[in-house]
């Protein structure tokens, strides 16, 4: 019997347990520093454990490391090397959803020499977005065609009938990790061009794109596409852009937020007997006995019935209502608020997007518009669509690692490891997750 060994057990780790022990009939060892999430996950399944694991406990992670077929990290990025370090001594196989960070990568050397396969971005973006760009590649490579462009799409937002408050937006996933991204560069190509955003830049950088049968949102930048160019075969003169998609309103209300000095994690304050109101006159060092939202609003430059003062009045930024924490960063109470008015009620849905147009140029001189989409819902009496679209990728590629279908070593990311996907969607698909393709003529 094959054992996996999950680190961390946080919101997207549910179904990849579900599917190792419902699904495959494997045993799970789970690690995390609150033993009680684990054991709630775990349940009282026989095939199932759960440990509880500090970070400076090195003894406990190896000794599971050591007796288990393969290693998912879904841990927080920086804990992601002590994992891999104990991979590396044991000469274990591990797979995460998370992005390549430099750290894993400067153990390219040691991963090589060991013969172990380190395996990054699988979740959802980055993850399937890979899949389907991946597919269409091929497609057109075996059709004969030259990219000419790539524009591929990602998403998690509340579903259609779920987007009923002023942000658009509700937490499926760890709130932090938002923010984080939200102040993480991003750059794109258009004809070879680089395009660099810069973190405090990125949400001024947004357009809006239209997708068939679904609507209009907004897009920003996500991360640096210049890294993916070899591994997907493409040319210099490429037009490559990969994005978030919001609902309208979004980009705006962050970049509002962020100017206010909302997205400050560093700085601890004290907030003991404050008001949201004293707390937010702060931020721009004003007098919290004058009119707050008008002194915000001249602050940001803008009307005082502007769309962010309302929504930052929904969120209750303005209210005399003392703060429930005695200290803080600015990070800490803005989730504060957010957490409590943004969060999916019983009954509610969140939603995936994945979206993907690759232009494509033929020897006849025609062109073509190939498209992937994938729209997947969750289900209110079960996981949301966000948690199995991170898990279950992971999950069906740790599996195909461990059952010896994927036999590649090193440092790897599914760009450049191509026979991946084509499995990985296959079993995708009996969850559910499916792309519907389509192809336009341009000329």
Known sequence: ?????????????????????????????????????????????????????????????????KDS??????????????????????????????????????LKDDVERQGILILNELGEVPGMDHFGTQMLLEEIKNDGGRIISINSYGSGIPSFESNNNPM????????????????????????????????????????????????????????????YLKPFGLDNDVSFYRGLLRYSGYCNNMNSMEALGLFDSEKINNLKDKTFCQFTASLINADPSMNIEQSVANYLKIKSNSDIIHRLKWLGLFEDTLIDLDKGSNLDVLLNRMLEKMQYAP?????????????????????????????????????????????LPTAIAA??????????????????????????????KKFGFEFSTKKIKLN
């Open 1 to 65: 019997m094959k054992t996996i060994a999950i680190i961390g057990a946080g919101l997207m780790t549910k179904p990849m347990v579900d599917y190792f022990i419902d699904k495959i009939g494997y045993k799970v060892i789970m690690l995390n520093r609150t033993l009680e999430k684990a054991e709630n996950i775990i349940g009282n399944r026989p095939m199932g454990k759960a440990l509880g694991w500090a970070d400076n406990n090195t003894n406990t992670l190896d000794n599971v490391i």
């Open 69 to 106: 077929d393969v290693v998912i990290s879904m841990v927080p990025k920086p804990l992601h090397i002590k994992v891999a370090k104990s991979c590396l001594k044991y000469k274990k196989n591990m797979v995460t959803a998370s992005y390549e960070i430099p750290e894993l990568l400067a």
């Open 168 to 227: 658009g937006y509700k937490f499926s996933w760890d709130p932090r990790t938002v923010f984080v991204a939200a102040q993480t560069a991003g750059a794109y190509l258009v004809k070879g061009e680089k395009i660099h955003i810069s973190g405090d830049k990125l949400f001024e950088k947004f357009w809006f794109v239209e997708i068939d049968g679904l609507g209009t949102f907004e897009t920003y930048p996500n991360k640096d596409v210049e890294k």
């Open 347 to 391: 009954g509610e849905k969140d939603m995936i997007i994945l979206h993907i147009e690759i232009i494509a140029g033929f020897d006849n001189g025609k062109k073509e518009k190939r498209i992937a989409t994938m729209v997947v819902k969750g289900d209110p009496e079960g996981e949301t669509a966000m948690s199995r679209a991170v898990a």
């Open 399 to 428: 599996r195909l690692v461990v059952d010896g279908e994927i036999k590649a070593t090193g440092l790897k990311m599914p760009p450049n490891l191509p026979e991946l996907y084509t499995p990985a969607l296959k079993e995708l």
